[in-house]
């Protein structure tokens, strides 16, 4: 079950994606993957970075 807070930032997520030109639900869900995957990847590097900088 969706909560009243994520309900609101799922919508402004899409009509973020609405004013930038994306329509499409699909072409959507791709972009927040993208989006995720790149949030994910950044977090890898950054520990991977604090973690060299420890020793």
């Known amino acids: 079950?969706?909560?009243?807070?994520?309900?609101l930032l799922?919508?402004?997520?899409?009509?973020?994606?609405?004013?930038g030109g994306i329509a499409?639900?699909?072409t959507a869900?791709?972009?927040?993957?993208?989006l995720l995957f790149m949030r994910r990847l950044d977090e890898i590097d950054s520990k991977l970075k604090k973690d060299?900088?420890?020793i």
């Open 1 to 7: 079950m969706l909560t009243p807070k994520m309900k």
């Open 10 to 19: 799922i919508n402004r997520l899409w009509d973020n994606f609405w004013s």
């Open 24 to 26: 499409n639900p699909l």
């Open 29 to 34: 869900m791709e972009q927040i993957s993208y």
């Open 52 to 54: 060299a900088e420890g």
